[in-house]
């Protein structure tokens, strides 16, 4: 997509148009159709262009119309809704862009039109009326948006580069972030390594004036009515619906749209929904892309049904489409490593580099991603098993342990389900956090400094909010969509992607699709033995009866990988890369980690030691980017 900049003076003193055309150049990977800016008196307005939809070659941005003044890095999914809500003719809709229509929005119904917006977006409105900067960003965060305010003055961007741009800001790094990353690498949420700029949170919006800066969240997940129908093939045909509008909407592009395939159910559904209604509009998906490696004698093809690629293989075949498999490598994954993750993010998706430039060479500009399904469509029985306990539905409980323990044979396995399933998630943190089954902090041997991490104390309590299991479904998918996790997520892939001219969009996460399955019944979970029921059953005939992610060989790529860039690191390491002291780390036991790579990274025990090395390696990295030579 595109990118917005703005800074305002509250004060009336002036914005200096030669800083703010020097620091709207830093994000020109973003605007390959062009930048515009304007600048007038306290107020600075910046737009990197990248066409994407037919309604986007009409974007003149910063669009000013009477009082108002927008730039918006935006994609709207409900057009048409918006255009009859705005009565706008139907001879002008497709030379009306999305900029026009979220001024329009906000004129007719204030800061509440966020309330009827459905798409990707961030954007900012001068209101210069109320003398009111009104910002906003989507519900789930596909879009990035980065703030910084200081006296009567606020500066705001797509990517935190143009704010570091202006030479008479200064932002230091955050310590008790780097702290906190250190200690707890996995947490993936979206946060700023800076004092004082924060990223607007997905669904809240904000005001600010001569009064500060006021945040609300306008979506909460957990705030969705409950949706209860008569008959289940109801709840099936209505998400059927759901989904294909979901997708539909995405594809309104005149440039190639590739989609991620796996052998799971998200990206399945999605790229083959993508496919077929493209053909039906004469079009065809230009390509789909795998972390798989590809086969070969080093990764042949499994004789067991459940490889991966036979499901890929398979779709492939059936809907006339190609694949292009994960070609990923340990010198991959250390570039990754030695990135700026105050720039870009801590997200660790780096095979995704590798379809960025696939990509970028064919062409495409819009790419399909199923992120997202696991908390929305198909998510699965978290919280469910404790659920059924809780609420004497013995039986259902049954059936679900039945199958997870693999039949009335196995009690050992019967009663570790009953223990980590059920009764584990109705007890406290505190109990839990010392029986829990996911990955503890104790489980790793960390390479800070003591004396750094004991200054935050507090943080080696940290847990993310999706931590643990609760007896509640419900309450469990709606932890992970306020968990930060995918809003970390999309906005390191925007940033990665801006230079290779793609947007990422992704269809699970749709706003209507959300508020559906979000007020489902949690009986809907599970049906005749499977979870995940109810998707399947929306698009049976269009899933391979096989679809289930089961990635062993992409695992033991992955493992080879990091083996690879162990080794490496250890190179580095004895030719003196990491010879500056770091007052974050334990050099020395960060050179002794290096020298401890494998020579084949094939164990659990392995990747437990390796962890604490990618996160500090990183840590060394920003530490060289913004204290060394400070």
């Known amino acids: 997509m595109s990118a917005i900049l703005g800074r305002i003076h509250l004060s009336g003193r002036l914005v200096d148009p030669t800083a703010f055309a020097s620091a709207l150049a830093t994000l020109d990977h973003y605007g390959r159709d062009g930048a515009s800016m304007r600048v007038e008196a306290g107020i600075g307005l910046g737009y990197q262009r990248l066409d994407v939809s037919p309604f986007s070659v009409h974007e003149r941005q910063p669009l000013v119309e009477g009082p108002y003044a927008i730039v918006a890095d935006a994609i709207l999914d409900n057009r048409e809704s918006l255009c009859d809500e705005l009565s706008i003719e139907s001879g002008w809709r497709s030379q009306t862009p999305d900029s026009r229509l979220l001024l329009l929005a906000y004129r007719r119904w204030g800061q509440e039109c966020v309330q009827r917006l459905v798409g990707d977006f961030a954007f900012a409105l001068w209101d210069s009326r109320k003398q009111i900067l009104f910002c906003a960003r989507d519900h789930i965060g596909a879009r990035p948006f980065y703030y910084h305010s200081y006296g009567d003055s606020f500066v705001f961007s797509t990517d935190i580069r143009a704010l570091q741009a202006f030479s008479d800001l200064a932002f230091e790094i955050d310590e008790s972030r780097v702290a906190g990353y250190l200690f707890w690498p996995f947490g993936c949420r979206e946060g700023s390594f800076f004092h004082g700029v924060y990223p607007l949170p997905a669904g809240h919006c904000m005001s600010v004036d001569h009064h500060g800066v006021s945040l609300r969240a306008y979506w909460h997940p957990g705030d969705v009515p409950s949706i209860r129908y008569a008959r289940r093939e109801d709840y099936i045909e209505h998400l059927r619906e759901l989904l294909e509008q979901a997708v539909s909407d995405r594809l309104v592009s005149h440039y190639p ?4 395939l796996s052998g799971g159910l998200d990206s399945a ?21 795998s972390w798989s490696p590809p086969i070969s004698s ?71 991603s199923g992120w997202g399904g696991d908390e929305s469509v198909t998510f699965g029985v978290r919280g469910y098993p404790g659920y059924l306990l809780k609420h004497g539905q013995l039986m259902r409980l049954l059936s679900i342990a039945h199958k997870a323990a693999g039949g009335y044979h196995r009690p050992r396995k019967w009663a570790s389900f009953l223990w980590r399933e059920c009764l584990l998630s109705l007890l406290p943190d505190s109990v839990y956090a010392r029986y829990s089954p996911y990955l503890r902090p104790e489980q790793l041997e960390f390479l800070y400094r003591p004396d ?22 419900v309450a469990m998918q709606v932890l992970l969509l306020t968990n930060g996790h995918l809003e970390g997520r999309m906005s390191t892939w925007s940033h990665w992607s801006a230079r290779h001219g793609i947007v990422y969009r992704y269809p699970l996460t749709d706003l209507r699709l959300l508020r559906y399955t979000l007020g489902l019944p949690p009986e809907l979970l599970w049906f005749q033995g499977q979870a995940r029921s109810l998707y399947r059953s929306a698009l049976d005939g269009v899933l391979p009866r096989e679809v289930g992610k089961n990635d062993t060989v992409n695992e033991r790529k992955r493992m080879k990988v990091r083996g690879e860039c162990w080794k490496l690191l250890a190179l580095e390491s004895t030719r003196g890369a990491f010879q500056h002291e770091c007052r974050w780390l334990d050099m020395l036991a960060l050179h002794t980690r290096m020298s401890e790579a494998p020579s084949e990274m094939t164990s659990a025990e392995q990747m437990l030691r390796f962890l604490p090395l990618c996160s500090a390696v990183q840590v060394w990295h920003l530490w060289k980017y913004y204290e060394l030579n400070s």
């Open 298 to 368: 080093e990764y042949p093809l499994s004789d067991r049904k459940r490889d991966e690629r036979r499901v890929i293989e398979e779709i492939c075949r059936r809907e006339d489409i190609r694949c292009l498999y994960g070609p990923t490598t340990g010198q991959d994954y250390l570039d990754y490593l030695k990135g700026d993750i105050a720039l870009e993010g801590t997200t660790d998706l780096f095979e995704e580099h590798g379809v960025m430039r696939q990509a970028a060479y064919r062409g495409t500009r819009v790419m399909l």
């Open 257 to 260: 749209v590739g989609s991620h």
């Open 269 to 289: 559904g999605v790229t083959i929904l993508a496919s077929r209604l493209m053909r039906a509009r004469g079009r065809r998906l230009d390509m789909c892309y």
């Open 452 to 473: 750094f991490v004991e200054r935050f104390a507090g943080l080696l309590s940290y847990r993310s909010p999706a931590w643990r299991e609760y007896p509640d479904p």
